[in-house]
DNA sequence: CTGAAAGCGCTTACAG
DNA sequence: CTGAAAGCGCTTACAG
């Protein structure tokens, strides 16, 4: 064994020195390519062992003009909603061979710029992106140069590229029809900014149920603004003041849900509650936690697919993939208004 | 605007050749170097914007010598505790001017290794790994010409390296002593596979903390094995059975707390309940869920600046590094064992 | 201030 | 079957 030197890595060109043949013959060998007689593959095999080489793959990637490697950009990779998209998108790299960057834009539109293009600069095979920012214009170029991105759960604004997105519309409607179901007249709206996608969604899907079943909506049950906690615990106790308070609640996102519950936690009497986003342990509360629960694991998944169908050579239209979402029952939206 | 082709980028060549200036001052400019004339940077820049060139960064780095990119390897990037950790090495990375790839071992040594192996090939800079396999010697050789490891959660096996571990036995020690102030003499032990270091650990500290308290241990309270439910769900009914049931529970990790709150959510007569790992929405349960709260934040950090100090030339002895856990009292531990 | 040459570690295209 | 040459898109080292 001869060691080699601290930090350096032998090379093909060391390898071949060592067998005393030419660097071709030398990536034939590690590359499993035929046409290398036993003696030369054995020596240059040897040659291998003995100083401790393995191959670049950088260096291979960039004579081959791919880079086999996708970059995920999250909201905040430190999310259970995020973290499940990733592990979905992975499995998909993983089957096409190809390793996977990812990165949080932590909801801040210049960072997910600053992110995407360093990883465009690494010349990434393609994106899927977790909008924050509002205008990915700046993606034009990159997606013209042949980079595909996808858009997951979020579409993307002022381009038009593939986006895969759950049904927030449809599975509010089912939701809100569900507690109107239950008898329940006046329901409140907790939601994020109106401005993001997935809370404009969601509140059409609102009004679209309560229109369906001939429900008048007052503005004043719909509350969108702010996630902070502080915000959201403000406008779930409003809801439930006055003479007409709401009877059932439908919080539109899981921090939106998690701070309602602790409102209403200190409450006698609570209203039907019915969340967004499943919540882990959310069976486990008293009572169970209703929930409209997304399928991260699906749109993690067909976002990475389109992705490499593109990748592929799919060159169709831009399409837009909505995801079901599914309506799980656990005894918090269950319970009719109060009598009276 | 000249129409790049699909798919092909322009290189530093086409700057030079449309600007009619020397390769070296694009670069140059592009890399915002000094000692170019105001008139030849304006030309370049020019062509920079003719053409839509962007720098290659993955051919930049191979001729640097580094990538600028390390990799996480998890268990799984989609688990809450994973994915915080996941977050933290990538605040600490960026903060370094690199970029993450992530990887899910799938608690499969063997993938692991093939992941490691990939990310090595790539020739990235660092590693972090939070280790599934038994053996991590096949990481001697990388970490020999240069490339640093430094372990998470669990220690390397079979190699010196740095590892940065929660304060396993010391949390647990701290939580059954708890549990015993509280009353309680006859506590169970719910793990996964004594094996895995982080469980034998925190078994080492119930022993220990039962020891101190001159407290026997009963064989048949400790309960460890695979981690699927109704493995879990056997064993904490087993422990509840009989004329002697324990009369405190702890479930050592976050999946096992899980399955035991929904086997103790059927009961009338609950154990006292203490929990290694915090949960989502633990604060919201009746009762509160008390937990030994690892920092997953300080983890990571911690790995990815002990892993850049290496990278910046630290070469003192393999590290240990012990991360403090919490003891957040909600509730659920707090009540004594029942009288008599 | 400017640029031609060599090289990072590989693969591609081609000649022997 | 084998390998010398050119090139992937940049930077480094050096000469003008």
Redesign the pocket.
Known sequence: MTPTRHGT?P??NDVAARAG?????V?RV??GE????PA?AERVRAAIAELGFR??DS??L????RTASIALLLEDIGDPFSSQLARAVEDVAVEQGCLLFTGSSAEDGERERELAMAFCARRVDGLVIVPSGTDHSYLEPEIASGTPVVFLDRPAAGIDADAILSDNAGGTRQGVAHLIRHGHRRIGFVGDLPGIHTCAERLRGYREAMARAHLPVDERWVATGPTDPPRVARAVARLLEGPEPVTALLTANNRITATALGVLAGRDVRPALLGFDDLELAELLTPGLTVIAQDPAALGRTAARVLFERLHGETGQARRIEIPTRLIARGSAETGPPAG
């Open positions: 890595r090379t093909m043949v030419g660097l071709k013959t990536s590690v590359n035929s046409g290398v007689t030369m191959r670049n260096a291979r960039l004579r081959t003009g």
